[in-house]
């Protein structure tokens, strides 16, 4: 069983950068696809970035698209989201997540697709 352990979070001033870690252990993930969500105070969760098994396929949602990339290590079962230009509106608690394919046929935004989750780390962005 997959579990994760997400770190990098922080307070950032808006326009700054912030790096996040998600970092496997309990087993190899490099059969699964893997997502990056967030979900701010009274909102729902929502799609954030996702990567193909193999790290040869990625996709992000519109409102981070060109700000935020995604890539991982496999062999240091760690995937990483890289956040730049980080503006208030993306303050929210990160969470990875393990997808139960290496690339769904479909958009890899659904989140009911994911089983593993980690705990999250908190991201604020000040104005």
């Known amino acids: 069983q997959l579990q994760f352990v997400e770190s990098g979070g922080g307070l950032v001033q808006a326009g700054g950068s912030l790096r996040l870690s998600c970092a496997a252990s309990?087993?190899?993930?490099?059969?699964?696809?893997m997502g990056w969500f967030r979900q701010a105070p009274g909102k729902e969760r929502e799609f954030v970035a996702a990567?193909?098994?193999?790290?040869?396929?990625?996709y992000y949602a519109g409102s981070v698209k060109d700000r935020f990339v995604i890539w991982r290590d496999n062999a240091k079962n760690t995937v990483y989201l890289q956040m730049n230009s980080l503006k208030p509106e993306d303050t929210a608690v990160y969470y990875c997540?393990?997808?139960?394919?290496?690339?769904?046929?479909?958009?890899?935004?659904?989140?009911?697709?994911?089983?593993?989750w980690g705990q999250g780390t908190q991201v604020t962005v000040s104005s």
């Open positions: 990567i193909s098994w193999s790290g040869g396929v990625t």
């Open positions: 309990g087993r190899t993930f490099s059969s699964n696809a």
């Open positions: 997540a393990a997808h139960r394919v290496r690339w769904p046929d479909g958009r890899p935004s659904d989140s009911s697709q994911y089983d593993y």
